[in-house]
Nanobody, 126 residues
């Protein structure tokens, strides 16, 4: 069983930056692809970024490409999401997710993930 805990959310002005972290315990973190999703009350959970088990491959939603960077440190069981040039439309609850069976074809589908954190709120003011 894998437990995921996000941190780093908060309130920031448009154009600012935040760094989210997700720390894992239990399971074998280094074997899981790790993904960030976000959700607002008006929308379904939305794919943000994914990183492969060894950090060698990263994938981003078009809406965050060039502004967000996902990274991981397997020695620390942690995955980060550096968010720059934030926009009000980035406001959401951000979740990290993990699963051992994620491939490129299914990484954007929230239903494919077995493990989820509790979420951290990011609010971007205009």
């Amino acid at each position: 069983q894998v437990q995921l805990v996000e941190s780093g959310g908060g309130l920031v002005q448009a154009g600012g930056s935040l760094r989210l972290s997700c720390t894992a315990s239990g399971g074998t973190f280094s074997t899981y692809a790790m993904t960030w999703f976000r959700q607002t009350p008006e929308k379904e959970r939305e794919f943000v970024a994914c990183i492969s088990w060894n950090g060698g491959d990263t994938y981003y939603a078009d809406s965050v490409k060039g502004r967000f960077t996902i990274s991981r440190d397997n020695a620390k069981n942690r995955v980060d999401l550096q968010m720059n040039s934030l926009k009000p439309e980035d406001t959401a609850v951000y979740y990290c997710a993990a699963d051992g069976a994620i491939i490129v074809a299914n990484m954007r589908d929230a239903d494919e993930y077995e493990y989820w954190g509790q979420g951290t709120q990011v609010t971007v003011s205009s």
